[in-house]
């Protein structure tokens, strides 16, 4: 079976240029290689189906698209903070529009204000410094890189440094004059079968087309109708499918000759959310393909034009597609190790991304800002159409780079310290693990304000085959695994020689929560009981940890439900199973995971070959649970569950590679 369906098959990784397999909305940038081998492990899918979700849901998740239909509407659950039970029904993208609306509200507040004064040295907050982009206006290729990259001097933490800086550049606009083609004669619904648009390099192309048309719609049998085009690029040159002005619900996907994917771009036919192109830099150049589909299809082979999965939606379309050396600024600025980078960038560029100083790509965006999910304390910025936080791994230069677009930009740079180095005081960061069934505002996590009282974690212990004598024990395994989650292994495996971070025990401690530096996860309650659709969710993401006062919520009708559905637990228990130690070992995961949200660190992919504690909801809850191969829970393979580095969940907004260990490492940093 061919690789593109990759909920069944694994597929082969891709050459050198596009290594770090299929990423959402633009591929990483050609410099990105210096990263690749820490990639490819992380490329390959399951071989089997996991999971509730059918091949078809699977593989459109790991391609970045979501599955419920776009309505402009943020319902339901924030899918960003939430570990939720499936994704079936979760309109991101509205979700993004939602979190953009409220982020740009957020950077105008005077809290923000407060926030960056508080963090900055000295407790006083600086006006930003000034930098102008050296690169003449209308060229492109002066500073494209890490290495040709233009230096901020002056921007940084530590005496005559300015920790703030104002970036300002324009993108040149290079693309070539587009020609006009007829609409390509059917079948193209294969590779073998791609209409070629005679682009041999700089050159671009505007096609129309229609979905429904091929023998394969619904008006021949029924499995669906694709479009496939066929260009070649040259090397260092940007490929662009954009299916703008479309009104079908549809996506545009950028592959190699072998059908792997290499970018999708993506259109739901609304004002609301604009299409956003497909993008990728070919190091190497050669020939690529581009499909276009229903967004709610899926052709399981690219070989095959009668081989989807059934007829999607479909209607007109209009393709730009075109190939050039696209201009993208890099700006060099310098962090120490554990430094907190947050940038923001507005204007005609809408892509923003950070590189390590070896040229390691590390993380980016593009059109999408979720600063509204940091707490009122945290001083990084936000409001833009692009905005990203990084933790450094290391003292050097980085590079913040804009891209995609043309015309001027400017860029807000921001580095502060971690949080808790700020403190005025030196106390510790301590959770307290509330098992007692608290009280609790559902509207801090996004549901309806008002006062809820939760059921304890012993109501559910029947549901598990536990007794009530057995909570004791499960409260402590429960503890120990966040503590060896978040404080041991943050310690002896995290880059941050200072951690401190104490577990409290719920059922021996007294509820402190309300001093200083103390959070709470209350682990009980349920869907119903709150209002809120979720297994667990946070406060707030907090990179950085600038508020150590926060909440989070785990709830366990789901965990506690009949056996069946994947995010059960009963459905990895068996008659031999050391009940205790894994429904301890499974719960304490989950509250380290949203723990993990509270310092700072956002989904990880849930269906690659890396398992990590930040892996996303909605399948492989398994490797999260720490079944280990055998997916049966208390035995004696089951695995420990760690933070670890891990590609960003595909289908949420950033692209490129979390190191969530290092997140929590300078989180959870220790009084300076």
Same mark, same amino acid.
């Given at each position: 079976?061919?690789?593109?369906?990759?909920?069944?098959?694994?597929?082969?990784?891709?050459?050198?240029?596009?290594?770090?397999?299929?990423?959402?909305?633009?591929?990483?940038?050609?410099?990105?290689?210096?990263?690749?081998?820490?990639?490819?492990?992380?490329?390959?899918?399951?071989?089997?189906?996991?999971?509730?979700?059918?091949?078809?849901? *699977?593989?459109?998740?790991?391609?970045?698209?979501?599955?419920?239909?776009?309505?402009?509407?943020?319902?339901? /659950?924030?899918?960003?903070?939430?570990?939720? $039970?499936?994704?079936?029904?979760?309109?991101?993208?509205?979700?993004?529009?939602?979190?953009?609306?409220?982020?740009?509200?957020?950077?105008?507040?005077?809290?923000?204000?407060?926030? *960056?004064?508080?963090?900055?040295?000295?407790?006083?907050?600086? $006006?930003?410094?000034?930098?102008?982009?050296?690169?003449?206006?209308?060229?492109?290729?002066?500073?494209?890189?890490?290495?040709?990259?233009?230096?901020?001097?002056?921007?940084?933490?530590?005496?005559?440094?300015?920790?703030?800086?104002?970036?300002?550049?324009?993108?040149?606009?290079?693309?070539?004059?587009?020609?006009?083609?007829?609409?390509?004669?059917?079948?193209?619904?294969?590779?073998?079968?791609?209409?070629?648009?005679?682009?041999?390099?700089?050159?671009?192309?505007?096609?129309?087309?229609?979905?429904?048309?091929?023998?394969?719609?619904?008006?021949?049998?029924?499995?669906?109708?694709?479009?496939?085009? !066929?260009?070649?690029?040259?090397?260092?040159?940007?490929?662009?499918?954009?299916?703008?002005?479309?009104?079908?619900?549809?996506?545009?996907?950028?592959?190699?000759?072998?059908?792997?994917?290499?970018?999708?771009?993506?259109?739901?036919?609304?004002?609301?959310?604009?299409?956003?192109?497909?993008?990728?830099?070919?190091?190497?150049?050669?020939?690529?393909?581009?499909?276009?589909?229903?967004?709610?299809?899926? *052709?399981?082979?690219?070989?095959?034009?009668?081989?989807?999965?059934?007829?999607?939606?479909?209607?007109?379309?209009?393709?730009?597609?075109?190939?050039?050396?696209?201009?993208?600024?890099?700006?060099?600025?310098?962090?120490?190790?554990?430094?907190?980078?947050?940038?923001? &960038?507005?204007?005609?560029?809408?892509?923003?991304?950070?590189?390590?100083?070896?040229?390691?790509?590390?993380?980016?965006?593009?059109?999408?800002?979720?600063?509204?999910?940091?707490?009122?304390?945290?001083?990084?910025?936000?409001?833009?159409?692009?905005?990203?936080?990084?933790?450094?791994?290391?003292?050097?230069?980085?590079?913040?780079?804009?891209?995609?677009? $043309?015309?001027?930009?400017?860029?807000?740079?921001?580095?502060?310290?971690?949080?808790?180095?700020?403190?005025?005081?030196?106390?510790?960061?301590?959770?307290?693990?509330?098992?007692?069934?608290?009280?609790?505002?559902?509207?801090?996590?996004?549901?309806?304000?008002?006062?809820? !009282?939760?059921?304890?974690?012993?109501?559910?212990?029947? !549901?598990? %085959?536990?007794?009530?004598?057995?909570?004791?024990?499960?409260?402590?395994?429960?503890?120990?695994?966040?503590?060896?989650?978040?404080?041991?292994?943050?310690? /002896?495996?995290?880059?941050?020689?200072?951690?401190?971070?104490?577990?409290?025990?719920?059922?021996?401690?007294?509820?402190?929560?309300?001093?200083?530096?103390?959070?709470?996860?209350?682990?009980?309650?349920?869907?119903?009981?709150?209002?809120?659709?979720?297994?667990?969710?946070?406060?707030?993401?907090?990179?950085?940890?600038?508020? *150590?006062?926060?909440?989070?919520?785990?709830?366990?009708?789901?965990?506690?439900?009949?056996?069946?559905?994947?995010?059960?637990?009963?459905?990895?228990?068996?008659?031999? $199973?050391?009940?205790?130690?894994?429904?301890?070992?499974?719960?304490?995961?989950?509250?380290?995971?949203?723990? %993990?949200?509270?310092?700072?660190?956002?989904?990880?992919?849930?269906?690659?070959?890396?398992?990590?504690? &930040?892996?996303?909801?909605?399948?492989?809850?398994?490797?999260?649970?720490?079944?280990?191969?055998?997916?049966?829970?208390?035995?004696?393979?089951?695995?420990?569950?760690?933070?670890?580095?891990?590609?960003? &969940?595909?289908?949420?907004?950033?692209?490129?590679?979390?190191?969530?260990?290092?997140?929590?490492?300078?989180?959870?940093?220790?009084?300076?």
């Amino acid at each position: 079976m061919h690789a593109r369906t990759r909920a069944v098959a694994s597929f082969a990784c891709l050459a050198l240029a596009g290594l770090l397999g299929t990423l959402p909305v633009h591929a990483v940038p050609a410099q990105a290689a210096a990263g690749a081998a820490q990639a490819a492990a992380g490329a390959a899918r399951h071989t089997t189906p996991v999971g509730d979700l059918t091949p078809t849901e *699977q593989a459109r998740l790991a391609a970045g698209l979501q599955l419920a239909p776009f309505t402009g509407r943020a319902t339901g /659950t924030d899918p960003f903070r939430g570990f939720l $039970s499936t994704l079936r029904g979760v309109d991101i993208a509205s979700w993004r529009l939602a979190a953009q609306r409220e982020g740009r509200l957020r950077a105008r507040s005077a809290a923000l204000r407060a926030a *960056q004064a508080a963090a900055s040295p000295g407790g006083r907050q600086q $006006s930003p410094m000034t930098y102008a982009e050296s690169e003449p206006a209308g060229t492109a290729g002066w500073n494209d890189s890490v290495a040709s990259g233009e230096h901020v001097d002056g921007f940084g933490l530590g005496a005559g440094r300015n920790n703030r800086v104002t970036i300002s550049g324009t993108l040149a606009d290079t693309r070539p004059p587009e020609r006009t083609l007829l609409r390509a004669r059917e079948d193209n619904g294969s590779i073998p079968l791609a209409f070629d648009t005679g682009i041999a390099g700089n050159g671009a192309v505007r096609i129309p087309g229609r979905i429904g048309d091929g023998p394969h719609a619904s008006t021949g049998d029924g499995r669906g109708d694709f479009d496939w085009y !066929k260009l070649v690029a040259k090397p260092g040159e940007t490929i662009v499918a954009d299916l703008r002005g479309t009104r079908v619900p549809s996506f545009a996907m950028i592959t190699d000759p072998k059908g792997n994917e290499l970018a999708v771009g993506l259109t739901f036919g609304s004002e609301a959310f604009p299409a956003t192109p497909a993008r990728y830099q070919s190091a190497e150049g050669g020939t690529y393909y581009v499909l276009i589909e229903g967004m709610s299809s899926w *052709q399981n082979d690219p070989f095959d034009s009668g081989s989807g999965s059934g007829v999607g939606e479909e209607g007109q379309y209009v393709l730009t597609l075109g190939s050039w050396v696209a201009d993208r600024d890099a700006y060099l600025v310098r962090l120490g190790k554990g430094d907190v980078l947050g940038a923001t &960038m507005s204007g005609s560029a809408h892509t923003l991304e950070v590189q390590k100083p070896d040229g390691t790509f590390v993380t980016g965006t593009t059109d999408s800002d979720l600063s509204s999910s940091y707490p009122p304390t945290s001083p990084l910025p936000g409001g833009g159409n692009a905005t990203i936080a990084y933790v450094a791994e290391a003292t050097g230069w980085y590079a913040v780079s804009a891209e995609n677009g $043309s015309g001027p930009y400017s860029i807000a740079v921001d580095a502060y310290r971690p949080g808790p180095e700020s403190d005025p005081a030196p106390r510790v960061q301590t959770v307290y693990l509330d098992f007692d069934g608290a009280t609790v505002d559902p509207g801090i996590f996004g549901g309806t304000p008002g006062s809820v !009282k939760v059921s304890p974690l012993s109501a559910f212990l029947t !549901k598990w %085959g536990l007794t009530a004598a057995d909570l004791p024990a499960l409260t402590d395994r429960i503890t120990a695994t966040v503590t060896e989650n978040l404080a041991t292994d943050v310690k /002896t495996r995290g880059n941050n020689p200072a951690t401190a971070l104490t577990i409290l025990n719920g059922l021996k401690a007294s509820d402190i929560f309300g001093q200083p530096n103390v959070a709470k996860v209350v682990v009980g309650g349920t869907v119903k009981q709150t209002g809120i659709d979720t297994i667990g969710i946070a406060q707030f993401i907090d990179p950085g940890n600038y508020s *150590q006062e926060d909440q989070a919520l785990i709830l366990l009708d789901y965990l506690s439900a009949a056996a069946g559905p994947d995010s059960s637990l009963n459905t990895y228990l068996r008659p031999t $199973s050391n009940r205790i130690a894994f429904v301890g070992a499974a719960l304490g995961n989950v509250v380290a995971h949203e723990i %993990g949200h509270l310092v700072g660190n956002y989904h990880t992919d849930n269906a690659d070959t890396v398992t990590s504690l &930040m892996d996303a909801g909605g399948e492989g809850f398994w490797r999260l649970f720490g079944t280990g191969r055998d997916k049966i829970g208390g035995t004696a393979d089951d695995s420990d569950t760690d933070l670890t580095t891990d590609r960003f &969940m595909p289908s949420e907004p950033f692209i490129g590679w979390e190191n969530t260990l290092n997140v929590a490492a300078w989180g959870f940093s220790a009084h300076r």
